[in-house]
């Protein structure tokens, strides 16, 4: 798990971090920041994600393998291997952090 610390905004607080898989392929995103904006870009080009569920504590200690309380919600999406992207987080205010769990789907 990551943990990514968000940039204080006029709008609200922000931070982008870039991916670049190995493989192409469905990933899943965990957040453990419930309403926190997210986005994924490809260069400019937005990617589609999709909410796919909030997660229960059984669910996230499964994915992880440890007890994880702190995972939230997962967003599904495309990526092909090689490609870099940026996922764009915020804004949201007072947070500071969000935690972030990036997994491959089979």
């Known amino acids: 798990m990551h943990v990514i610390e968000l940039v204080v905004a006029p709008d609200g607080n922000r931070a ?3 991916f670049t898989p190995t493989q192409t ?6 957040l453990g920041t419930p309403n ?4 994924v870009a490809d260069g400019g080009r937005v990617v589609s994600t999709t909410c796919a569920r909030y997660l229960s504590r059984g669910l996230a200690m499964k994915l992880t393998g440890v007890e994880c309380p702190d995972l939230l919600g997962v967003y599904q999406l495309a990526l092909t ?3 870099t ?3 764009y987080f915020g804004p949201i205010s007072p947070q500071r952090w969000v935690r972030v769990y990036l997994q491959s789907e089979p």
């Open 85 to 87: 992207y940026t996922l």
């Open 16 to 18: 982008e971090a870039d």
């Open 25 to 30: 392929g469905t990933y899943a995103i965990y």
């Open 81 to 83: 291997g090689g490609t």
């Open 36 to 39: 926190v904006g997210f986005a």
